[in-house]
């Protein structure tokens, strides 16, 4: 079946500039994550959603940072006046139950900015 | 203090078995011992999981020693595609988790 989907998948802006990421989940999977893994670096969490309770927005590094999901589909991060410091591999991961540790990667999107 | 400790790397033989250990002597009963791959420039790929009793699927077996305070991921027959960082992650079952990877262990598959 299809995996976790995310667009684009390379993404160059200039600084200043505001980007929106996607992500497509896995179908019927209630949680949704989005990490961020800079060059050589582990995961950094950023933002949780699971159903229709309030996100887990506690990873999330500024207020340019932003990020919205429609019910149990689709989702958008958003970086606003971006840095060069935003450079990385944004990932977004799935997981099809709650209380569950297997979470299923998108490819990531690469997001430079110059 | 990192929950797990696993070797850097190790190189494994095309067609051999392949054995990565990893080592959680702090493990609460409650907690879940996972494998995760990232293979070069891709996301992050759940291999397995297990609570206390020997777990296998079409990826790998993983085995857990009676006091659980160590594993060791089984890859049967790797393959140049195995190449990967693996990741052993000791977490409790709840909502929300994030992920936490820590080293991991470099695996080169050579020919």
């Known amino acids: 079946g299809a995996g976790v989907s995310q667009s684009p998948s390379n993404k160059v802006t200039e600084k200043g500039k505001d980007v929106e990421l996607r992500c497509d989940p896995i179908?019927?999977?209630?949680?949704l994550y989005w990490y961020r893994q800079r060059l050589g670096q582990g995961l950094e969490f950023l933002i949780y959603f699971q159903g229709n309770s309030a996100p887990d927005k506690s990873g999330l590094p500024s207020d340019r940072f932003s990020a919205e999901r429609t019910g149990e589909s689709v989702s958008t991060l958003t970086i606003q006046r971006t840095q060069q410091e935003d450079s990385a591999v944004y990932l977004c991961a799935s997981s099809l139950e709650v209380y569950s540790n297997e979470q299923f990667f998108g490819p990531g999107t690469r997001l430079t900015v110059l | 203090d990192a929950k797990t400790t696993q070797p850097p790397s190790m190189d494994c033989a095309e067609g051999r078995a392949a054995n990565l250990p990893c080592n959680h002597s702090t493990i609460s009963g409650n907690e879940y011992v996972y494998w995760y791959r990232q293979i070069h420039s891709q996301g992050p790929q759940y291999i397995i999981h297990?609570?206390?009793n020997n777990e296998t699927n079409e990826m790998a077996s993983l085995i857990i020693t009676e006091d659980r305070k160590s594993s060791t991921l089984i890859l049967p027959h790797a393959t140049l595609r195995d190449t990967a960082v693996y990741y052993c992650i000791v977490e409790i079952k709840a909502a929300g988790n994030k992920l936490t990877f820590g080293g991991g262990t470099r695996v080169l598959v050579k020919p």
């Open positions: 297990g609570l206390k």
């Open positions: 179908s019927g999977h209630t949680a």
